[in-house]
């Protein structure tokens, strides 16, 4: 069985809203962030990212992880591509030409669209920037997330979705990613087609049964 290593409020919510939406069978082994515990290395500290048995699966020391038969691999979306390519469609690429764009949008919002995004994540809250230098910040993360949502929110227009014109790993992948910027309404109010896209992943079924899961975790 698939197993998934990761506290659900972490990207592992990633995989984990794909299994939900595969019916994929888990294990999920609640691997939380060291950075969340008073003290990561005292003993009797639960299982986190810098215990020794989890280095041995992550040498970077980050959630997620997963096994699948002998395939140990993390990076999330590297996860969430290959489970959707191993089940197929619809959520996975019919052919090369669909895998290839699932490949290119993925790497788009992991390396146009995260960093930024979580700036605005850990530093706006209820609709605000918090007060100080994080006013700059999250106004400069908000002006360079400009360009690439101009360039979500055209290709939603024409096509509706990512990919295919249905919904696949690849919206998955940009959904989770976009939801940390999802607060900034200023920044999100000029992409309607942004919103209403981001509105319909959030609606599915697999992702409110993920993010009913993700709120039963302690914060
Ligand atoms: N690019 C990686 C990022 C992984 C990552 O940074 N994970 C965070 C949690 S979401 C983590 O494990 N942090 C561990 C720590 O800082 O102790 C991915 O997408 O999987």
Redesign the pocket.
């Known amino acids: 069985m698939l197993t998934v290593y ?1 506290v659900t409020r ?3 919510s990633r995989i984990i809203w794909l299994c939900h939406e595969l019916d994929l069978p888990f294990k999920q082994v609640p691997v939380i ?3 969340r515990l008073e003290d990561a290395d005292a003993p009797g500290a639960p299982l ?3 215990s020794e048995s989890f280095l041995k699966l992550s040498p ?5 992880v997963i096994q699948d038969g002998d395939l140990v691999l ?4 590297a ?1 969430t591509l290959h489970l959707a390519r191993r089940h197929g469609q619809p959520l996975g690429p019919a052919d090369l030409v669909e895998d290839a764009l699932m490949l290119q949008w993925s790497f788009y919002a ?1 390396t146009m669209i995260e960093p930024d995004a979580l700036v605005i994540l850990f530093n706006h809250r209820n609709g605000q920037a918090q007060p100080g230098a994080a006013q700059a910040t999250v106004a400069h993360a908000a002006e360079r997330l400009v360009r690439p949502l101009r360039v979500i929110e055209d290709h939603l227009a024409r096509h509706g979705h990512m990919v295919g014109g249905r919904f696949t790993v690849a919206d998955l992948n940009l959904a989770e990613v976009l939801r940390y910027a999802q607060g900034h309404g200023e920044l999100m109010e000029p992409f309607p087609a942004v919103q209403a896209w981001l509105s319909d992943c959030q609606d599915r079924p697999a992702f409110r049964k993920m993010w009913q899961e993700r709120l039963a975790e302690p914060e």
């Open positions: 990761g972490s990207r592992a962030q060291a950075y986190n990212t810098r970077a020391g980050a959630i997620p993390s990076e999330s979306l996860c992991a």
